[in-house]
């Protein structure tokens, strides 16, 4: 087994730096790219489940379908491949903390943060679904914080892409605090849950908890189906009733009343960012969401049996109606689930051979025991020890280990005489074959090459600014790397250089124009303040300038307002009208000349008053108001 332990060169290439973590279904290391001289993450799948297909068409999934997806707020996959009996993901190493780190470490989370951070995780699920895939498990775990504030979102390992389905109808996958009420009881599921989970997230943000909590993970699913969650502004009066409304929507138990896609809970997020008012089907569903707090406590508690009349001192109710039968619902989805789990633990007991016991069956019959997955050691031990012979045959196996028992013939449970030759079909491990390096050939140079070795291929397209139309830009796995036969090759072939628009965003606050550049596939290069009248964070200037065409990522860079400079006002009292508007001009002010009658000479032509006083602050370009005396003579 490969080493994964600090200095150890994983499968040949990869320097093992350090430990990032473990969840249920792997383990993180952070290493070098020794081929490529960059820092990666490496994710293993976790030992107890290397040899359950169950999991490791799960944890394969998750490298095709986030392969598909190209975005700034999307973890980068780079390989996906086997080594001594060990599956992993290389993908991009992301520095900064999981969005839990932060929750944890500062919630609540200022309203205008949290949105700009929903704004981030929509345009990732934007990207992933326009491809078909659903992520089903967004969560805070999942969303990366780098330090600069950008975020990324990981793991599509349980996503719905495409034909391909991990589970059968009705089971249920994702984390039980971020689950859709349709995910939760295994129902198929489309943006909206995803969107759905995106509400939990915001919610959490704003109030420094989940809205259903529980002891077990199926007490927390029904909560989704079931309850209401406790208004937002209970737990935190200072989130904005607009911004509930905008989250209670997503919250919404009938997928139909949530946003339909992330742009369209985009466009409300940024008008409550904004100031500006949100749709009235956002209200009026955010308002119902709330209200459905209220009839949680009564419609929990179990009603009697109904009467044969309606009870006179009180009419029917359609909401317990509705929750009874939703209640029904629920109960038979969980007793199929247990039903399901029952049938599939014993399902493995019967070998399919004909039981030709009977209570007539002599001593000399022996019967055949169960040894698929024991050793070639161990079965053959147990078979010698009954009195029977054996035979061993190999044959390859893309999921048993080298020397494990995948068949047997006759099949166990039947009974044989003694000395009976029972075959042993043993693993003798995958039929490996080397991935031919295609990086740079035409398309159809490639597909040749890799299909001939018996594995499949699958082509994904994207821009590029350096390689030929049509030629290879990267593959999974890479070249080299040995895969079971069957295996898929998935090569992104260039389309060329991919230009766009660049948006106009001067006039804009820095935020905003930083989540205008991600929405049209670029990203805001350097940062520079200058003092300008435009309110403090505004944008003033961009470069390129907005209807310039540029390469998909490319950056734009921005001049900032840091607000106008202060100069101090001059003291002008008993100067002259000219040195007094000299000294104004000269400290970057505006003189408004004025003239008033006196009755002193001595006052003839000086300034008498000003305003603003001297020595207060005022920005470069304000006015200053000073009065001239103009002596006119004495009066008799």
């Given at each position: 087994?490969?080493?994964?332990?600090?200095?150890?060169?994983?499968?040949?290439?990869?320097?093992?730096?350090?430990?990032?973590?473990?969840?249920?279904?792997?383990?993180?290391?952070?290493?070098?790219?020794?081929?490529?001289?960059?820092?990666?993450?490496?994710?293993?799948?976790?030992?107890?489940?290397?040899?359950?297909?169950?999991?490791?068409?799960?944890?394969?999934?998750?490298?095709?379908?986030?392969?598909?997806?190209?975005?700034?707020?999307?973890?980068?996959?780079?390989?996906?491949?086997?080594?001594?009996?060990?599956?992993?993901?290389?993908?991009?190493?992301?520095?900064?903390?999981?969005?839990?780190?932060?929750?944890?470490?500062?919630?609540?989370?200022?309203?205008?943060?949290?949105?700009?951070?929903?704004?981030?995780?929509?345009?990732?699920?934007?990207?992933?679904?326009?491809?078909?895939?659903?992520?089903?498990?967004?969560?805070?775990?999942?969303?990366?914080v780098q330090p600069d504030g950008k975020i990324k979102v990981a793991d599509f390992g349980i996503a719905s892409a495409g034909d391909t389905e991990m589970t059968e109808a009705g089971s249920i996958v994702g984390t039980a605090q971020y689950l859709a009420p349709e995910q939760a009881r295994g129902l198929p599921v489309g943006p909206?849950?995803?969107?759905?989970?995106?509400?939990?997230?915001?919610?959490?943000?704003?109030?420094?908890?989940?809205?259903?909590?529980?002891?077990?993970?199926?007490?927390?699913?029904?909560?989704?189906?079931?309850?209401?969650?406790?208004?937002?502004?209970?737990?935190?009066?200072?989130?904005?009733?607009?911004?509930?409304?905008?989250?209670?929507?997503?919250?919404?138990?009938?997928?139909?009343?949530?946003?339909?896609?992330?742009?369209?809970?985009?466009?409300?997020?940024?008008?409550?960012?904004?100031?500006?008012?949100?749709?009235?089907?956002?209200?009026?569903?955010?308002?119902?969401?709330?209200?459905?707090?209220?009839?949680?406590?009564?419609?929990?508690?179990?009603?009697?049996?109904?009467?044969?009349?309606?009870?006179?001192?009180?009419?029917?109710?359609?909401?317990?109606?509705?929750?009874?039968?939703?209640?029904?619902?629920?109960?038979?989805?969980?007793?199929?689930?247990?039903?399901?789990?029952?049938?599939?633990?014993?399902?493995?007991?019967?070998?399919?051979?004909?039981?030709?016991?009977?209570?007539?069956?002599?001593?000399?019959?022996?019967?055949?025991?169960?040894?698929?997955?024991?050793?070639?050691?161990?079965?053959?031990?147990?078979?010698?020890?009954?009195?029977?012979?054996?035979?061993?045959?190999?044959?390859?196996?893309?999921?048993?280990?080298?020397?494990?028992?995948?068949?047997?013939?006759?099949?166990?449970?039947?009974?044989?005489?003694?000395?009976?030759?029972?075959?042993?079909?043993?693993?003798?491990?995958?039929?490996?074959?080397?991935?031919?390096?295609?990086?740079?050939?035409?398309?159809?140079?490639?597909?040749?090459?890799?299909?001939?070795?018996?594995?499949?291929?699958?082509?994904?397209?994207?821009?590029?600014?350096?390689?030929?139309?049509?030629?290879?830009?990267?593959?999974?796995?890479?070249?080299?790397?040995?895969?079971?036969?069957?295996?898929?090759?998935?090569?992104?072939?260039?389309?060329?250089?991919?230009?766009?628009?660049?948006?106009?965003?001067?006039?804009?606050?820095?935020?905003?124009?930083q989540n205008t550049l991600i929405a049209a596939g670029l990203v805001l290069g350097s940062e520079t303040q200058a003092n300008d009248a435009a309110p403090v964070g505004q944008v003033i200037s961009q470069d390129p300038a907005a209807g310039t065409s540029l390469p998909q990522g490319g950056f734009v860079n921005v001049v900032v307002?840091?607000?106008?400079?202060?100069?101090?006002?001059?003291?002008?009292?008993?100067?002259?009208?000219?040195?007094?508007?000299?000294?104004?001009?000269?400290?970057?002010?505006?003189?408004?000349?004025?003239?008033?009658?006196?009755?002193?000479?001595?006052?003839?032509?000086?300034?008498?008053?000003?305003?603003?006083?001297?020595?207060?602050?005022?920005?470069?370009?304000?006015?200053?108001?000073?009065?001239?005396?103009?002596?006119?003579?004495?009066t008799a």
């Amino acid at each position: 087994m490969d080493d994964t332990s600090p200095g150890a060169l994983f499968d040949g290439r990869y320097r093992i730096i350090s430990r990032l973590g473990q969840g249920g279904m792997a383990r993180v290391f952070l290493a070098q790219d020794e081929s490529l001289h960059r820092q990666v993450a490496i994710k293993v799948l976790a030992d107890r489940h290397s040899d359950d297909p169950h999991f490791i068409e799960r944890f394969q999934r998750e490298a095709r379908a986030a392969a598909r997806l190209n975005h700034p707020s999307i973890v980068q996959v780079y390989d996906q491949s086997q080594t001594a009996g060990m599956s992993y993901i290389v993908q991009e190493y992301v520095e900064g903390e999981t969005l839990k780190d932060l929750i944890r470490r500062a919630s609540p989370i200022e309203p205008r943060r949290a949105i700009t951070i929903a704004l981030q995780i929509l345009a990732a699920l934007r990207i992933a679904h326009q491809q078909g895939v659903i992520h089903r498990d967004v969560k805070p775990q999942n969303i990366l914080v780098q330090p600069d504030g950008k975020i990324k979102v990981a793991d599509f390992g349980i996503a719905s892409a495409g034909d391909t389905e991990m589970t059968e109808a009705g089971s249920i996958v994702g984390t039980a605090q971020y689950l859709a009420p349709e995910q939760a009881r295994g129902l198929p599921v489309g943006p909206p849950a995803d969107l759905y989970a995106v509400g939990i997230v915001l919610y959490e943000m704003l109030s420094g908890r989940v809205p259903f909590e529980g002891e077990a993970a199926v007490t927390v699913a029904m909560r989704h189906v079931q309850e209401a969650p406790e208004a937002l502004t209970d737990r935190n009066p200072l989130v904005p009733v607009a911004l509930e409304s905008v989250v209670m929507r997503t919250l919404a138990k009938d997928p139909t009343q949530r946003y339909q896609s992330a742009d369209q809970m985009g466009i409300e997020l940024d008008r409550v960012r904004q100031g500006l008012p949100i749709s009235d089907e956002t209200s009026v569903i955010g308002a119902a969401t709330i209200a459905m707090t209220q009839l949680a406590s009564e419609t929990l508690v179990a009603p009697p049996l109904p009467p044969r009349e309606p009870p006179p001192t009180r009419g029917g109710n359609p909401n317990r109606k509705r929750l009874w039968i939703l209640l029904l619902v629920i109960g038979v989805v969980l007793l199929a689930g247990v039903a399901g789990v029952y049938a599939f633990s014993r399902g493995g007991s019967d070998g399919g051979g004909p039981n030709t016991a009977s209570t007539a069956t002599t001593s000399a019959l022996v019967e055949i025991p169960d040894l698929v997955g024991q050793s070639q050691a161990d079965a053959t031990a147990t078979l010698e020890q009954l009195g029977l012979a054996v035979l061993v045959t190999k044959q390859t196996s893309a999921d048993a280990p080298v020397d494990e028992v995948i068949a047997m013939r006759p099949n166990p449970g039947g009974k044989v005489p003694t000395g009976t030759t029972i075959e042993l079909q043993v693993s003798s491990g995958p039929n490996l074959v080397t991935v031919p390096n295609v990086q740079g050939a035409a398309v159809g140079d490639a597909t040749a090459q890799i299909e001939v070795l018996g594995l499949l291929v699958t082509v994904v397209e994207d821009s590029s600014d350096s390689v030929a139309v049509g030629n290879v830009i990267s593959q999974a796995p890479s070249g080299g790397v040995g895969v079971k036969t069957g295996s898929t090759v998935t090569l992104t072939i260039s389309k060329g250089e991919q230009t766009g628009t660049v948006p106009n965003i001067t006039k804009m606050d820095i935020t905003n124009a930083q989540n205008t550049l991600i929405a049209a596939g670029l990203v805001l290069g350097s940062e520079t303040q200058a003092n300008d009248a435009a309110p403090v964070g505004q944008v003033i200037s961009q470069d390129p300038a907005a209807g310039t065409s540029l390469p998909q990522g490319g950056f734009v860079n921005v001049v900032v307002s840091k607000g106008p400079v202060s100069v101090s006002v001059p003291s002008v009292v008993n100067m002259t009208r000219s040195n007094a508007e000299a000294q104004i001009t000269n400290a970057g002010l505006v003189a408004n000349t004025q003239e008033s009658a006196v009755t002193d000479p001595a006052q003839d032509g000086m300034v008498v008053s000003q305003d603003p006083a001297s020595g207060s602050s005022r920005p470069q370009g304000s006015t200053v108001t000073i009065v001239v005396g103009r002596y006119t003579g004495t009066t008799a």
